[in-house]
């Protein structure tokens, strides 16, 4: 009883891996894997920063660089943006203080919904900005701007919808 038992077992072992083998020989023979798997064209790096947006710059200011003892940078006006800048150096990455400049500020609006305050976007290095753009439109992903900026840091930056990103503005740089 118990043989026959065994025997049955291990003819349905046998059986399913004269199955899986030629099914695993005849995917890889007939189609490559370059082919079915589509070959990245451009990569996420590091979190570069997360900003914040602030409706005191100078209170703001203080709190991280007088009771939290950050390192931080200048205040630096970016007109083209609608939005001062000062960067909070944390080590692995940093934060942004946003601050409205200008009757258009992006950040104006914000600030009138969010009067404390909160985070405005988060931005994401990736390696190859333009690569990134074609492949998200693609995905129906909207992009803020047509063309790349130049961001805080001197380098091409692009927008991405906020209802496209689960709630959250997300800014691509270029590393
Ligand atoms: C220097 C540079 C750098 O770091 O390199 C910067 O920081 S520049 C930082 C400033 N620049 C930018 O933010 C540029 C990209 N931003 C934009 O184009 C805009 O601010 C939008 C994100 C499209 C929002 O446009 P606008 O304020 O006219 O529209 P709105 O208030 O009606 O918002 C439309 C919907 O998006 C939501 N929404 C608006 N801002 C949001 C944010 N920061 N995070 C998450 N959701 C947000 C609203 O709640 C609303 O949802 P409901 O419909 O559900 O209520």
Known sequence: MAASMVKVAVAGIVGHFRHAVPTVRRLSLSKPLAQVVPVPIW????????????????????????????????TVPLPEHGVYTVFVEL???????????GEKSP?????????????HHICIEVDDIKA????LKAKKIRTLSEEPRIGAHGKPVMFLHPKDCDGVLVELEEA
């Open 107 to 119: 950040i104006s609006g914000f600030l009138q919904k969010n009067k404390a305050g909160g985070m």
């Open 132 to 135: 990134a753009i074609t492949d």
């Open 43 to 74: 990569k996420l790096g590091r979190l570069n920063h997360i900003a914040i947006a602030v409706p005191d710059l100078e209170k703001a200011i203080s709190l991280y660089r007088d009771v939290l003892g950050a390192r931080l940078s200048d």
């Open 91 to 101: 080590g692995n990455t940093k934060l942004e203080l946003l601050y409205p400049l």
